[in-house]
């Protein structure tokens, strides 16, 4: 069989990496848990008049369908007309919906899955990827204190990974209510293509947002002007909330509306700088172009790698869902795993201490001893030592060469009852019954690159 042609897009870790993976997983996992927050899994699919409420995602979506199927036949039936979901929140708004009776409001739910969007595989970009998400729900009203929260529970993991050699994040942080109530304070009325304009701001520059500003908002060359200066405001405390109010009150753009969320804006700036100082910043060009978010909104880079963008993004919504009587506002954040790890592994900022789970290889003197060498295993692997045996009774010295080439750090030999550190050549007196592996061994680990 010729050599298969890799897809692009779908990426595939070789074992150190899906070692990385699980590691940053495990962590996110960890903290969301020690908030409170509840795992869940969706589905894979959603009816495609839901994942494409959102129209400019439509080309995005894969569409799921047998590859016999009978078009004719299965026209009108129920399950016609799905699609891979492409984010977690369609999926969660619809289990919200779903399972109001039975949740417990404000929910607060992690949710980590592979999502699939059919955009061009670039650098950080993939077809197929990893999230993990926190949200937290409330039914009919929400307290902004969440938005706090879910802002200073991702900063704890990002600082968490700060161990395995994970640059260090600034998570970037704007309220839509501050964007909005500049604009229309400034006299604007299409708050949304003003917000769409200036969060291209850091891909197509000032001199096209201005641009657009004109001709998709109706913005004068002034107004334009003035967004842009409120763009380009940037701090890590509340002086920036002073800047942005001294802004206003030149251009006369006070409003209620824009205090409301410089208030806000304010408040998590202050409960950032007292338990994760310098990790939070305002960032006024943040405006997050989906239509759907209210309140708070979110982009975190990594510190020398900002021209990854974003890996981890959200915001306030108050409208996640609603079944008609009752409406559930929303504040969520989603991390990209995939994207994280790829540029962990891609620009070699973390290493595994070794490839497989074995702390040990079992040696075997001959075939006719491999029964031994299984019960030693045994032994060690039922007091929670991962082991594995030789694959074939060679010589011993070709026995701890295949160990060393695996990574495997010990080889037990049991007609003498001694095991041996193949990197320093120690060798001892062992019982399977008690011996134990140093810290570091038991397990493989994910540490900084030297």
């Known amino acids: 069989m010729a050599r298969p042609t890799p897809l692009s897009g779908f990426p595939e870790w070789l074992p150190a990496g899906r070692i990385v993976e699980q590691h940053v997983l495990d962590t996110l996992r960890h903290t969301f848990e020690l908030y409170g927050y509840a795992g869940i899994e969706t589905r894979?699919?959603?009816?495609?008049?839901?994942?494409?409420?959102?129209?400019?995602?439509?080309?995005?979506?894969?569409?799921?369908?047998?590859?016999?199927?009978?078009?004719?036949?299965?026209?009108?039936?129920?399950?016609?007309?799905?699609g891979?979901?492409?984010?977690?929140?369609?999926?969660?708004?619809?289990?919200?919906?779903?399972?109001?009776?039975?949740?417990?409001?404000p929910f607060k739910r992690y949710q980590i899955q592979k999502v699939w969007r059919g955009e061009r595989p670039q650098d950080g970009r993939f077809r197929e990827f990893c999230q993990a998400d926190i949200d937290v729900v409330g039914a009919g009203e929400l307290p902004f204190h969440y938005e706090v929260e879910v802002a200073l529970v991702v900063a704890e993991a990002f600082a968490r990974l700060r161990e395995i050699g994970m640059p260090a994040v600034q998570v970037l942080v704007n309220n839509r209510k501050v964007v909005e109530g500049f604009a229309t304070g400034?006299?604007?009325?299409?708050?949304?293509?003003?917000?769409?304009?200036?969060?291209?701001?850091?891909?197509?520059?000032?001199?096209?947002?201005?641009?657009?500003?004109?001709?998709?908002?109706?913005?004068?060359?002034?107004?334009?002007?003035?967004?842009?200066?409120?763009?380009?405001?940037?701090?890590?405390?509340?002086?920036?909330?002073?800047q942005v109010r001294q802004l206003a009150a030149h251009h006369g753009a006070d409003n209620a509306l824009l205090e409301s969320g410089l208030t806000e804006l304010a408040q998590l700036l202050e409960a950032a700088a007292a338990t994760a100082p310098g990790t939070l910043v305002a960032d006024l060009k943040i405006a997050r172009g989906l239509d759907y978010y209210t309140g708070s909104v979110y982009e975190t880079v990594l510190v020398g790698h900002e021209n990854l963008g974003s890996i981890c993004s959200g915001g306030r919504y108050d409208s996640l869902a609603s079944d008609g009587a009752t409406t559930y506002p929303g504040v969520g954040i989603s991390v990209g795993v995939s994207r994280l790890v790829a540029?962990?592994?891609s620009a070699g900022l973390v290493t595994v201490t070794r490839a497989v789970p074995s702390a040990v290889l079992v040696a075997v003197t001959d075939e006719t001893s491999r029964a031994e060498s299984d019960r030693v295993a045994q032994a060690l692997r039922a007091r929670g030592i991962p082991v594995e045996v030789a694959p074939t009774a060679a010589k011993f010295g070709k026995q701890i060469r295949h160990a060393d080439r695996r990574g495997i750090p010990y080889v037990w030999f049991p007609d003498a009852g001694e095991v041996k550190d193949i990197r320093s050549g120690e060798q001892v007196a062992a019982d399977p019954g008690s011996w134990w592996p140093g810290e570091d061994d038991l397990m493989p680990r994910v540490i900084a690159a030297s």
């Open 343 to 345: 540029r962990l592994l």
């Open 84 to 105: 891979l979901h492409f984010d977690l929140t369609v999926p969660f708004a619809r289990y919200v919906l779903e399972n109001a009776g039975r949740l417990t409001f």
């Open 186 to 242: 400034l006299g604007l009325t299409d708050v949304e293509a003003v917000l769409r304009s200036i969060d291209k701001l850091d891909k197509v520059g000032p001199e096209a947002v201005t641009e657009q500003l004109v001709s998709e908002a109706g913005a004068t060359g002034d107004q334009a002007v003035a967004l842009l200066a409120l763009a380009e405001l940037r701090g890590s405390d509340v002086v920036v909330v002073d």
């Open 44 to 82: 894979a699919v959603e009816p495609l008049d839901q994942l494409l409420r959102k129209g400019e995602t439509s080309k995005e979506v894969y569409v799921l369908r047998r590859l016999q199927e009978d078009e004719a036949a299965a026209a009108g039936h129920p399950e016609q007309g799905l």
